[in-house]
């Protein structure tokens, strides 16, 4: 089903309206780099994405919160099953209230939803990446398809085109947190970096486990770098596709992540012993230069 069945007992406005704001509160509390871009957003995008981001942040807390697997794999499939309802008119939960209104005013495909669960859903069975086709596959679930399901609620143009940015961007955020998350990704046990990549460039599971950056790490490292930035490149033509109002929310997360992947390089690739962050400053001038600059691209 491509979007949510009518629903016979359609919630009130004062529901829909706290669902939203549920939405709002969750994204504001959570979203750091994310709630800083979606403020350029006209309002009724803004909370349409709040809704998006919530869902999302859902799918992560299911399988991150403590718990043995199978009580993960328990809260990951009552989203599936709630997100199941919700698209055949069912939604009973804030979220999935918001989610219902969402996806049918600006007819989201179930299908990018469900790609989200199926790449969280990896976490809690995957570990290691073999090559880039395998990581690129869970970067395009958890990362791409929320690119798809975001430009369905900017609106765009250009079909295909527009689509494959959206994906690119994705691919390059997804990318730029691998890169910064490695110290962290690896006290969950897992690795993301692909195994091939690791083993050309001399990197052992022994070095990243050390926290020791190696000249093979950094090399390692400026590899996935250049490959992010491809994939900005790439991403960054999708922005003449969208309405010029719509167009600053993905270029100050490019900006954002893209300064991101700056000063992991400008730290020598020192992704171990502090976590790269930019200043809620920083944020807010990228965010006024992607406001001033996303809206005049052809």
Same mark, same amino acid.
């Not at 390089?265 to 020192?270: A, D, P």
């Given at each position: ?20 704001? *549920? ?10 780099n994310? +709630?800083?871009?979606?403020l ?6 803004r ?10 942040? +859902? ?20 989203l ?15 979220l ?5 209104d ?7 495909p179930?299908?990018?939803?469900? *790609? ?10 995957k570990?290691r ?8 596959q869970?970067c ?20 295909? *085109? ?10 390059a ?33 022994d ?18 770098v250049?490959?992010a ?11 003449? +596709?969208?309405? %010029? ?16 992947l700056?000063?992991?390089?400008s ?7 502090e ?9 807010? %001038? ?13």
């Amino acid at each position: 089903m491509n979007t949510p069945a009518p629903n016979a007992a359609a919630p009130s406005p004062a529901v829909l309206a706290a669902a939203y704001a *549920e939405c709002r509160q969750v994204t504001r509390r959570e979203a750091r780099n994310f +709630y800083f871009a979606f403020l350029t957003l006209p309002a009724a995008q803004r909370r349409a994405i709040y809704v998006a981001y919530t869902f999302c942040r +859902y799918c992560d807390d299911s399988v991150d919160a403590e718990g043995a697997p199978d009580e993960k794999l328990a809260r990951l499939n009552l989203l599936r099953q709630q997100l199941a309802e919700t698209y055949n008119g069912g939604g009973t939960t804030p979220l999935f209230i918001g989610l219902a209104d969402v996806a049918s005013t600006y007819a989201i495909p179930q299908q990018y939803f469900q *790609e989200v669960l199926n790449g969280v859903e990896a976490d809690l069975v995957k570990t290691r990446y073999a090559n880039f086709d395998e990581l690129r596959q869970y970067c395009y679930q958890v990362a791409s398809a929320v690119g798809l399901i975001c430009i369905h609620i900017f609106g765009y143009g250009g079909g295909p *085109e527009a689509q494959r940015g959206a994906v690119d961007l994705g691919l390059a955020m997804q990318l730029t947190n691998i890169c910064r998350d490695v110290r962290e990704d690896w006290d969950l046990g897992r690795i993301y970096l692909p195994q091939d990549e690791m083993a050309r460039f001399g990197v052992t599971e022994d070095s990243i486990a050390s926290g020791a950056v190696t000249p093979q790490f950094a090399d390692l490292m400026a590899f996935q770098v250049a490959r992010a930035r491809d994939y900005f490149a790439s991403g960054r033509l999708l922005l003449p +596709y969208l309405p %010029r109002r719509s167009r600053a929310c993905p270029a100050a997360l490019g900006l954002i992540y893209g300064r991101v992947l700056d000063r992991i390089e400008s730290s020598g690739y020192q992704v171990f012993e502090e976590r790269v962050s930019l200043s809620k400053r920083e944020k807010l %001038r990228l965010m006024a230069r992607a406001w001033l600059t996303g809206p005049l691209l052809n």
